[in-house]
């Protein structure tokens, strides 16, 4: 049974950071391309960056650039997103997503259910 468990997102002030980790498991997480996503209210479900299977090359949208990092351990089964000098337009539910490095929600094959991430004063 596929499995992404996402965790580490919460309530920040601006320019603070988090970092979230996704788990997977039921699948052969070094053999796939992996993304984290967002969704804010009433707004459909965004790219926030890719990487690699093996770790070599990542993606990122333009507004996140500069500020999150995506990485993976493969020994591990776990991605990450490093995310600093965060803004309140960073509010939203991030997504963990399996098999591709695409900016497109249909190329992935697994989801995570999401965790929240809030930046407020």
């Known amino acids: 049974q596929v499995q992404l468990v996402e965790s580490g997102g919460g309530l920040v002030q601006p320019g603070g950071s988090l970092r979230l980790s996704c788990a997977a498991s039921?699948?052969?997480?070094?053999?796939?391309?992996m993304g984290w996503f967002r969704q804010a209210p009433d707004k459909e479900r965004e790219f926030v960056a890719a990487i690699s299977w093996g770790g070599g090359t990542t993606y990122y949208r333009d507004s996140v650039k500069g500020r999150f990092a995506i990485t993976r351990d493969n020994a591990k089964n776990t991605v990450y997103l490093q995310m600093n000098s965060l803004k309140p337009e960073d509010t939203a539910v991030y997504y963990c997503?399996?098999?591709?490095?695409?900016?497109?929600?249909?190329?992935?094959?697994?989801w995570g259910q999401g965790t929240q991430v809030t930046v407020s004063s």
């Open positions: 039921g699948f052969t997480f070094s053999s796939y391309g």
């Open positions: 997503a399996a098999g591709s490095t695409g900016a497109a929600v249909r190329g992935y094959n697994y």
